[in-house]
């Protein structure tokens, strides 16, 4: 692997390279580059700015930000119609052009950047789910989560600009030779592993980098912190479904068995056919419709405020379920350079070296640390909106129950 400049003379001691092939600090190339093996020319275009927001590292932000819809897919066939599948129209704000990709177009651009980008988050794919592959209910559901994980890539500096993803947006669906050659491209990209980290440029002078003890106490807060919230949100997304699924079924339920009680009340009283009493009759009648109403109600109410807090859920299980690997790299950056510093206290290394090693961990911890704010912000951004949609549909509920309830008991003013 091409030197990244080791000082001149060699040492006695190198810093021990990490045994464990497969541990996600070797993988990702995070060790190769701390150890100064990465070289690659950047081109401007590939390069990623970090820079010192008002709480700490962030991401430079995207100059023509975009967002992109996701329409209701449709069917289309292949082979004179011997091959169906679903295909999904995009609509991205930037170029107002649409593009139809299938959901295996998603899933090859999320390998790619999953692989390119070791410190960023890449949202993970609502699940692929091959029976009854079209099911209303579950390509609705699909397309739900699509729309979330569209967000997240348009939301992200750093992927919303990427150019794998540019090219998925962008690429005309009829357009097939064009397709392949974009996607080639992108598989052959050479700022992948390693050399990813050379793409990263950080602040520069005095006051610009790092303190390590610092950088480590706020990963290891942010390590806890993602634990929690994995916990929590496992919990809600348990309760969430119970509570949805006892509406549907049990709640529906138990509300009609009042609404067939009251009907049996008015049938019974049916029998007395005296004028005066008619009145009652069809009041306590409108009375058991208006609970079958409600039973109704409770069934359908889960889809407008549940269901859209458990595909949220979703989107953030696959977040947190990539943080580990992320603090895996920036953990073992930062053991490499107590290491270096104990050789340089031993006379085994250049100082020159150490340095270096140091100034890679620093590039990394600003990436880091400019991901982990990036994530709570966009959390508190998506929180935030999906809370207040639950508390309004919930309200909206109740008062389509209360209105039921309203009407019945006027069908009693004139009895």
Same mark, same amino acid.
């Given at each position: 692997?091409?030197?990244? %400049?080791?000082?001149?003379?060699?040492?006695?001691?190198?810093?021990?390279?990490?045994?464990?092939?497969?541990?996600?600090?070797?993988?990702?190339?995070?060790?190769?580059?701390?150890?100064?093996?990465?070289?690659? =020319? +950047?081109?401007? #275009?590939?390069?990623?700015?970090?820079?010192?927001?008002?709480?700490?590292?962030? /991401?430079?932000?995207?100059? !023509?930000?975009?967002?992109?819809?996701?329409?209701?897919?449709?069917?289309?066939? @292949?082979?004179?119609? $011997?091959?169906?599948?679903?295909? !999904?129209?995009?609509?991205?704000?930037?170029?107002?052009?649409?593009v139809h990709r299938r959901y295996k177009h998603f899933d090859w651009l999320y390998g790619r950047l999953a692989e390119?980008?070791?410190?960023?988050?890449?949202?993970?794919?609502?699940?692929?789910?091959?029976?009854?592959?079209?099911?209303?209910?579950?390509?609705? @559901?699909?397309?739900?989560?699509?729309? /979330? /994980? $569209?967000?997240? $890539?348009?939301?992200?500096?750093?992927?919303?600009?990427?150019?794998?993803?540019?090219?998925?947006?962008?690429?005309?669906?009829?357009?097939?030779?064009? /397709?392949?050659?974009?996607?080639?491209?992108?598989?052959?990209?050479?700022?992948?592993?390693?050399?990813?980290?050379?793409?990263?440029?950080?602040?520069? #002078?005095?006051?610009?980098?790092?303190?390590?003890?610092? +950088?480590?106490?706020?990963?290891? %807060?942010?390590?806890?912190?993602?634990?929690?919230?994995?916990?929590?949100?496992?919990?809600?997304?348990?309760?969430?479904?119970?509570?949805?699924?006892? *509406?549907?079924?049990?709640? @529906?339920?138990? !509300?009609?068995?009042?609404?067939?009680? =009251?009907?049996?009340?008015?049938?019974?009283?049916?029998?007395?056919?005296?004028?005066?009493?008619?009145?009652?009759?069809?009041?306590?009648?409108?009375?058991?419709?208006? !609970?079958?109403?409600?039973?109704?109600?409770?069934?359908?109410?889960?889809?407008?405020?549940?269901?859209?807090?458990?595909?949220?859920?979703?989107?953030?299980? #696959?977040?947190?379920?990539?943080?580990?690997?992320i603090i895996h790299v920036q953990k073992g950056a930062l053991t490499?350079?107590?290491?270096?510093?104990?050789? +340089?206290?031993?006379?085994?290394?250049?100082?020159?070296?150490?340095?270096?090693? *140091?100034?890679?961990?620093?590039?990394?911890?600003?990436?880091?640390?400019?991901?982990?704010?990036?994530?709570?912000?966009?959390?508190?951004?998506?929180?935030?909106?999906?809370?207040?949609?639950?508390?309004?549909? &919930?309200?909206?509920?109740?008062?389509?129950?209360? &209105?039921?309830?309203?009407?019945?008991?006027?069908?009693?003013?004139?009895?």
């Amino acid at each position: 692997p091409g030197g990244g %400049g080791g000082g001149g003379a060699k040492s006695s001691a190198t810093v021990s390279r990490n045994l464990n092939r497969f541990s996600t600090f070797v993988k990702s190339g995070g060790e190769a580059f701390v150890l100064g093996e990465a070289s690659g =020319f +950047v081109k401007d #275009g590939d390069k990623l700015c970090v820079v010192l927001g008002p709480r700490g590292p962030e /991401w430079q932000e995207n100059p !023509y930000p975009f967002q992109c819809s996701i329409e209701d897919p449709t069917k289309q066939t @292949k082979f004179k119609g $011997m091959k169906s599948y679903i295909a !999904y129209k995009l609509v991205p704000s930037h170029t107002g052009q649409q593009v139809h990709r299938r959901y295996k177009h998603f899933d090859w651009l999320y390998g790619r950047l999953a692989e390119k980008f070791p410190v960023i988050s890449v949202p993970h794919l609502p699940e692929k789910q091959a029976t009854g592959r079209f099911e209303e209910d579950f390509i609705s @559901k699909r397309r739900k989560g699509l729309a /979330w /994980w $569209m967000d997240h $890539m348009c939301s992200h500096p750093v992927l919303a600009q990427c150019d794998a993803f540019q090219h998925f947006l962008t690429c005309p669906s009829t357009d097939e030779k064009a /397709w392949k050659q974009g996607k080639r491209k992108a598989e052959k990209d050479e700022m992948v592993g390693a050399n990813f980290f050379l793409t990263i440029s950080v602040p520069t #002078g005095p006051g610009a980098s790092l303190d390590l003890q610092e +950088v480590e106490s706020q990963v290891d %807060g942010f390590k806890a912190f993602t634990k929690k919230m994995d916990e929590s949100a496992l919990q809600l997304n348990h309760t969430a479904n119970e509570f949805a699924r006892k *509406q549907v079924t049990g709640f @529906k339920k138990e !509300y009609q068995k009042v609404g067939h009680s =009251f009907k049996c009340l008015s049938q019974a009283f049916e029998l007395d056919q005296q004028a005066f009493s008619a009145g009652l009759n069809q009041a306590i009648a409108f009375t058991a419709e208006a !609970y079958d109403a409600i039973g109704d109600l409770f069934a359908d109410q889960p889809r407008q405020d549940l269901d859209p807090v458990m595909d949220l859920l979703a989107l953030y299980q #696959g977040h947190l379920a990539n943080f580990p690997d992320i603090i895996h790299v920036q953990k073992g950056a930062l053991t490499k350079v107590k290491e270096s510093k104990r050789h +340089v206290e031993e006379g085994k290394m250049e100082l020159q070296k150490a340095e270096g090693i *140091q100034e890679r961990c620093n590039i990394i911890s600003f990436a880091t640390l400019a991901e982990i704010n990036h994530f709570h912000k966009i959390r508190v951004r998506d929180f935030k909106s999906q809370m207040q949609h639950f508390l309004q549909q &919930q309200i909206l509920f109740f008062q389509k129950v209360t &209105q039921k309830l309203e009407e019945a008991l006027h069908k009693y003013d004139s009895v």
